[in-house]
């Protein structure tokens, strides 16, 4: 359910709501907040509520650093792990400059952006997460020892499987909340886990995909384990990816799908540093079921995109080169701009690559563009694209970079 203003003040009197939480990201994707009293909620709605922004990371310095979070009264959610004698809800934010004006750092309203240039041409994309990560468990001091909760492998269950409990307690609070989970299981590494959300608008997904990550780091601290969202967290076991699942549809009822695929990958030298933005994303690509090399094909889980096979009919694309560390905003939109591009110039879908790259042999393999091999080579590449710089401010690209 989307809340207006006078709902959310309704909600929050009727409800017995005592906090309300202000979220928002900074611009690698890393949720922050500050929590105000009911009494200063509609103050908030028409004035915003300032914070120091240089102390936010990509935000700017002192010299300007006065920014409002006004919230979006639309992603209004309880916060199911607090006391119901007393709620706790939440609201994603937009971010403004004294005089109303939008931060060009706020990602949301950067994603904002690429929707509407999409639905001016009568194109509608939707998004969906498949988020692995890492159970490990805590010293006596409550932190990390980077040990695996548990040994089981992929799909294993109890009691080898030892996060059932815990993905099932993230489950049930994300459907509180209004996300909806699809599937949970137990992934190939040792302690690794995913859980699939189901697909929406670019907007509420990129919402949905930050507060996952909330949720699972609480859920599985209450439960008395460390939850790690980092793409190569054990050097010899499989990394985390961020599978993001795409698709499109046009007012005119065309078929998109392919155009879009072949924008992704004519751009993904422009936009791969902001899908994989930390130097250990690249300790990931091309080993493990990671995909290296740009190249798509249907069902096969060697490539960089995959069409998954559909039964209803309703084909998608499943990029498998981002892992968790990427800003869901920002990814999000610059899968829509490279898929407008690709759409647009109407670009052909190369040969498909019908066989397992992490088998093929190296006169085959050579035939196919790789993916950068290391953070400074993807910075490299982007900056040499000018794909990016097209759709984020000089700030955003430069913190990227000096990351």
Known sequence: MKYTESEVLQFVRQEDVKFIRLAFCDIFGEQKNVAILPSELESAFKYGVAFD?????????EVRSDLFLKPDPATLSAVPWRSDNGRV??????????????????????????????????LHFY?????????????????????????????????????ENVRRDICQTLSLMGIHPECSHHEEGPGQNEIDIRYSEPLSAADNAVTFKSVVKTISARNGLCADFSPKPLKDEPGSGLHINVSVTSDDGKDC??????????????????????????????SKKAPGYVSWSRENRSQLIRIPAARNGKERAELRSPDPCANPYIAFALLIYAGLYGIENELPLSESADFNLFSAPCEVLKKYKTLPASFDEAADRMRSAGFASLYLPEELIKAYCEA
Not at 89 to 112: A, K, N, Q, T
Not at 257 to 284: V, W
């Open 127 to 163: 998004f969906g997460a498949e988020m692995e990560f890492y159970l490990f468990t805590l010293d006596e001091n409550g932190v990390s020892t980077g040990m695996p909760h548990d040994r089981a492998g992929y799909m294993d269950i109890a009691p080898d499987d030892r996060g």
């Open 257 to 286: 799908l392919e155009h879009m695929i072949a924008g992704i990958m004519d751009k993904i030298d422009g936009i791969t540093l902001f899908l994989n933005p930390c130097r250990a994303s690249y300790e990931r690509l091309g």
């Open 53 to 61: 922004a240089s102390a936010i990371r990509g935000f700017g310095g």
């Open 89 to 122: 809800v939440r609201m994603f934010c937009d971010i403004c400059y004294p005089d109303d004006s939008i931060f060009e750092g706020d990602s949301r309203h950067i994603l904002r952006r690429a929707i509407a240039e999409a639905e001016k041409r009568g």
